[in-house]
């Protein structure tokens, strides 16, 4: 991966090499441990951060849901991840920005209240995470044979580490088999997100994106519905069967990683004409035109690097 010069841990800016943790941290044994996904992009003044009051959020709500106290405020991360960014020097056009909070060493035993928190701040620079063909002609998606674990095993809304094995297996299996991304759906049959994305597809005009009942509470998924709405596109959250993808008119991911991801291909069904939809590109576009700075409208949602 590419290095930074800098990561943030528990307070304190530490050589990228230097940030390190002991092998019997209660995290690498026991799973227990919570993540976010955060993007800085290159606009015409310099790195800004989007949405980092939300995703900051979202990883205090994450470490709520799991039992792990983290010592910081929002304002506290919000300042720490500014401060990472401009001390990192990046040169490129979008940075990856990767807070965590881990059980650290001190307790063994699946009890775990009283083992040592750390929050980390890594970042570092990204391109594409489907690949930059991926992000223009669209991907092959193969919906995996495993489900996603149900809301009585595992607690989904939680961004947490232990939740991620479930997509790791998903994702193996696709890319197995030829594919470039995994779908999951839930136990019941309904679509509920890819190894690390939220799913949209559109027919007859529509947008149409699975409920989170199973789901993260993705913040890309919202701001696409917001931005379609402003356009004049019809959105609907409701729960889609695979049957009803194969005969989906477009389709594609979002995500903070996978930003806005035609997808092509689903189960060697072609999607459409097989290529980036029409009402995808437009999106795409105008997400794009937003992070990069570009859209007055939607400058509230970028936090920019002095």
């Known amino acids: 991966m590419n290095e930074a010069k800098y990561i943030w841990m528990n ?3 530490k050589a990228w090499n230097d940030a390190q943790t002991h092998v019997l941290s209660h995290t690498l044994h026991y799973g227990n441990g919570v993540i976010e996904g955060t993007k800085a992009y290159k606009t015409a003044k310099g790195y800004a951060i989007f949405r980092l ?32 960014i401009a001390k990192n020097e990046f040169q490129g056009d979008n940075v990856y920005i990767r807070p965590f909070a881990f059980l650290g060493y001190g307790v063994m035993g699946v009890y775990h209240k009283q083992a040592p928190v750390s929050t980390v701040l890594a970042s570092w620079e990204w391109g594409a995470y489907l690949g ?25 809304k939680a961004k947490a580490t232990a939740n ?22 839930d ?8 190894s690390g994305a939220c799913f949209f597809m559109v027919k007859n005009g ?13 913040i890309t998924q919202k701001t696409v519905i917001e ?37 092509r291909e689903v189960d060697a069904r072609v999607i459409g004409a097989g290529s980036c939809g029409d009402i995808t590109a437009i999106i795409q576009a105008k997400y794009f035109d937003i992070v990069f ?14």
Do not use: W
């Open 11 to 13: 307070g304190e800016f």
């Open 53 to 84: 009051n939300d995703h900051t959020k979202r990883l205090l709500e994450s470490a709520k849901m799991t039992l792990i106290d983290i010592p910081y405020s929002v304002e506290e991360l919000n300042k720490a991840q500014i401060e990472l």
């Open 132 to 156: 930059e063909e991926g992000l223009k002609k669209g991907i092959r998606l193969k919906i995996a044979s495993m489900t996603r674990a149900g809301n009585t095993s595992s607690m989904g």
């Open 164 to 185: 991620y094995l479930n997509s790791q297996m998903a994702k193996f299996e696709a890319v197995e088999c030829g594919y470039d991304e995994a779908l999951l759906l």
């Open 187 to 194: 136990d019941q049959g309904y679509v509920a997100e890819a």
């Open 206 to 218: 529509v947008l149409i994106s699975p409920p989170n009942d199973n789901s993260l509470e993705s």
């Open 227 to 263: 931005i379609a709405g402003d356009m004049g596109y019809k959105v609907e959250r409701r729960r889609i069967t695979r049957e009803e993808i194969y005969v989906a008119d477009e389709a594609f991911l979002t995500g903070t990683a996978a930003e806005i991801t035609p997808v």
């Open 293 to 306: 700075g570009r859209d007055e409208k939607y400058q509230h949602y970028l936090t920019f690097v002095s």
